[in-house]
C-alpha cells in the first residue's frame, strides 16, 4: 500500500515557473515508478512525464518537453516536477501516481494516486 501526497501549483504569469512535490510513502515506494499526470476541465487526463523506479529514467510528453524536468530522492521518498516556462495551456490539476510498470502514460497502468493540485496559468 502506497499513500501519495502532492504539495505544490498556485497561480502564476505565462513564462514563470512552479514546482510540485509529491511524497511517496510505503514500504516498497522505491520499486514504483512515478508518473505526473494533468486533467483540464472538459479533457482527459493526460500523461505528462514519469520516472523509472529502476535507473531513473525520464519520460516526457512533447507538450511540456524541454520546459518539465521530473526528479525523484528516493532517501527522502520525493518526486518533483519543475515546471517552466509555463503557458495558459498548462492550467490543469495535476496529479502524481505511482505503477509497477515505467515509463507509462496509460492512467489505468497506475494504482496509487496522489490528491491532485491545482496549476493555473494566467495573464
Known amino acids: 500500500q502506497l499513500q501519495l501526497v502532492q504539495s505544490g501549483g498556485g497561480l502564476v504569469q505565462p513564462g514563470g515557473s512552479l514546482r510540485l512535490s509529491c511524497r511517496v510513502s510505503g514500504f516498497t515506494s522505491d520499486y514504483y515508478g512515478i508518473g505526473w ?42 518526486v518533483y516536477l519543475q515546471m517552466s516556462s509555463l503557458k495558459p495551456e498548462d492550467t490543469a490539476v495535476y496529479y502524481c501516481a505511482a505503477s509497477i510498470i515505467d515509463g ?16 493555473t496559468v494566467f495573464s
Open 104 to 119: 507509462t502514460y496509460s492512467p489505468n497502468d497506475y494504482r496509487y494516486w496522489g490528491q491532485g493540485t491545482q496549476v
Open 37 to 78: 499526470f494533468r486533467q483540464a476541465p472538459g479533457k482527459e487526463r493526460e500523461g505528462v512525464s514519469a520516472i523509472s523506479s529502476g535507473d531513473g529514467s525520464t519520460y516526457y510528453a512533447d507538450s511540456v518537453k524541454g520546459r518539465f524536468t521530473i526528479s525523484r530522492d528516493n532517501a527522502k521518498k520525493m
